[in-house]
């Protein structure tokens, strides 16, 4: 559809999601918002696909709400509203979710970044957390984003607004990598090709085993961890792995060429 703001297609198992609405600085407003849930959901209810990558055309990833919308409504009607249940589309998504930045992030958008499971950046791209400037809180962003960043850092520019680096974002552990322009795609592909590679289920199952609150004790964590272990090397993803490793040759789910 010429008017979408977002953009869907799937490739040798990849789902891309493209944002496409420049105009506004991939702003999320309410059309974008709501075919980026729904193309979020296409992707997770399609057995073909195994790994989702986040993109965006025009110079910034994605700007955060529209605020031209928000403005003069109630609390509400706001369309912040909406934005806990794309958050958590991601972040609870059985399948690896790459985020692609070739360009800035801001408030919102850096929400949907540390959402992700992988997230690569351009060298020169800029992050900011720009609420507090505007006299709002980052609250609905803040489920994702702290999980990512080191607590010193978190305070600091949740508190400031001020915008940092891509080098700096590394280092924080919003995002995984930061490279040239010319090498964003590539890095990109690195990292779908090595995530398709794995087991959709064991990955599922790990992305779950990452999200869990540790048991209170160490001998409960270890009996929980070993039947889920157990579990999978006896379950037939695990044997086709195990027979395929002895046999030098791809398990069956690895994407064809």
Known sequence: ??????????????????????????ALSRQLRGELRDHLSAALGDDAVRVIVLDHTGPVFCAGMDLKEAGGASSGDQGVNEFPAILEQIWTSPKPVVAKLAGPARAGGVGIVAAADIAVAVSDATFAFTE????????IISVTVL???LPRAAHELFLTGESFDAERAVQI???????????LDAEVDRYTGMLALGGPLALAATKEM??????????TDFEEMLKLSAGFFASPEGQEGITAFAQKRKPNWVPQD
């Open 1 to 26: 559809m010429a008017d979408e703001l977002v953009h869907y297609e799937v490739s040798r198992g990849v789902a891309r999601i493209t944002l496409d609405s420049p105009h506004n600085r991939n």
């Open 132 to 139: 507090v400037r505007i006299g709002v809180v980052p609250a």
């Open 147 to 149: 999980p990512r960043l």
């Open 173 to 183: 552990g919003l995002i995984n990598s930061a490279v040239p322009a010319e090498r």
């Open 210 to 219: 990452l999200r869990r609150t540790p048991a209170a004790h160490l001998s």
